[in-house]
């Protein structure tokens, strides 16, 4: 038990590491570049990817059916 625990913990901090410094980083590009007429912000930036990576896997599902459309009977 004490080994999840420790792993749950590298794994949380690291992710919550990782999710800080993208909601960051906008807002330290748009101070370095003073460019505030396109601005991404963090949560943007990650609901992009999240939406990527779930297109990602609805096609990967699509074209899994499609080889295994033999096997189904309808």
């Known amino acids: 038990m004490e080994y999840i625990d420790r792993c ?17 980083v906008p807002n330290i590009l748009v101070e370095l ?16 990817v999240g939406v990527a990576i779930e297109t990602v896997t609805q096609l990967e599902a699509q074209l899994l059916m499609r080889h295994y459309e033999g096997f189904i009977r309808r």
């Open 8 to 24: 749950l913990t590298r794994i949380t901090l690291w992710g919550a590491l990782v999710l800080a410094f993208i909601a960051v």
């Open 33 to 48: 570049t003073k460019v505030t007429t396109f601005y991404f912000g963090g949560t943007a930036i990650l609901i992009m």
